[in-house]
């Protein structure tokens, strides 16, 4: 019996964070053996916004290291850059053909960052990319007809998005794209920023005690975790509403031993924050240490090339079949190829 097939990635707006591994990463490592995993690392989506040249392509390298350091094996999963596949562009502007401008306007990350752009830049100028970015997504997934994609819980608007094109245009041209599903983790698919728990921790933040980044010095790691928000109460309890602190903390530290959150809540009854956040601070530093080893093995590596060369390939064989399929299905090939 073939796995069913996965898809996810992330972009390179910045470094990936605690919040990123527990949130993906963690799991795409768990899930790589009862799946076929698709994993790339989604460079086009990275310049919806304005970066300069040479922090992109340090981010691409370092998150490209970092996906193998965490766990990830070429020989399990197949790993490439986004823009070695140049099918995902060319499913984009058709997908983009099937959307409506109300549809990618109602998009909640689409007003959020068009609201953070006019904040930093004073300006009414947002990039078009923002806007029409969703159907590069849908196109990501619809290529690889991938059945599930692992996503945070802010992510699912776009899955749904992505259901919507592909039931449309199944509908228009008969069984083009298998309807995806999200994959969505009960515990850990959501970590807050360590300074204001009720946002998403984010590698974009400006704040830096508000996110650990996978690459953060480790004494900084500490200090960052022992500054954490948490309340006035010292009642160690999961109360996401009331207590976003405290649960964040409980969270990581549940995702990272493996205990249920009933668990954690017994083990910390009758202590104080204090102890949670050394607890928390004695499962994070080691599993950074050991990333961070396995960074510095890798970063220099031929390994790293090699090994995206040959999840490129893999994918650009399923791509061009798909997207050849796709082209006849809709006429663009005149003759059917």
């Not at 470094?15 to 076929?36: C, M, P, R, S, W």
């Not at 960052?113 to 806007?131: C, F, H, Q, R």
């Not at 924050?273 to 950074?288: F, G, H, R």
């Not at 590596?301 to 798909?322: C, F, P, V, Y």
Request: with cysteine.
């Amino acid at each position: 019996m073939s796995k069913k097939r996965m898809l996810s990635g992330i972009t390179t707006t910045g470094q990936i964070t605690l919040g990123n591994y527990i949130g993906a990463l963690k799991n795409f490592v768990e899930l790589q053996d009862q799946f076929e995993m698709f994993i790339f690392i989604a460079n086009l989506h990275g310049i919806t916004t304005s970066i300069k040249k040479e922090i992109l392509q340090k981010n691409i390298k370092d998150m490209v290291t970092l996906y193998f350091a965490c766990g990830l094996d070429p020989n399990k999963s197949v790993i490439f850059l986004q823009s070695d596949v140049l099918e995902h562009t060319q499913l984009s502007w058709i997908i983009q053909c099937h959307t409506t401008i109300g549809e990618l306007s109602r998009m909640t990350q689409f007003k959020d960052k068009s609201n953070k752009v006019k904040a930093t830049n004073g300006t009414e100028y947002i990039p078009t990319g923002i806007l029409t970015y969703p159907t590069l997504m849908a196109a990501d997934i619809l290529l690889y007809d991938a059945k599930f994609v692992p996503v945070g819980k802010d992510q699912k608007q776009h899955i749904e998005l992505t259901k919507n094109i592909a039931e449309r245009m199944n509908n228009k041209y008969g069984s083009m794209f298998e309807v995806p599903q999200p994959y969505i983790p009960e515990v850990g698919a959501k970590i807050m920023d360590l300074q204001n728990p009720t946002k998403k921790m984010s590698k974009s933040a400006t704040d830096i005690k508000s996110y650990i980044s996978l690459l953060d010095d480790i004494g900084d790691v500490r200090k960052k975790i022992r500054s954490a928000v948490t309340d006035s109460e010292n009642l160690i309890k999961f109360d996401p509403e009331n207590k976003p602190g405290v649960s964040n903390l409980l969270t990581i530290y549940s995702v990272l031993t493996k205990k249920t959150i009933k668990e954690c809540e017994l083990f910390f009854e009758n202590k104080d924050y204090k102890i949670l956040k050394e607890e928390v601070i004695n499962v994070v530093v080691p599993l950074l240490e050991k990333i961070q080893t396995n960074y510095n093995n890798l970063i220099n590596s031929r390994n790293i090339d090699n090994w995206l060369d040959q999840g490129a390939q893999t994918a650009q064989k399923i791509a061009a079949k798909k997207m050849n399929k796709i082209l006849n299905m809709m006429g663009l090939n005149y003759i059917k190829k």
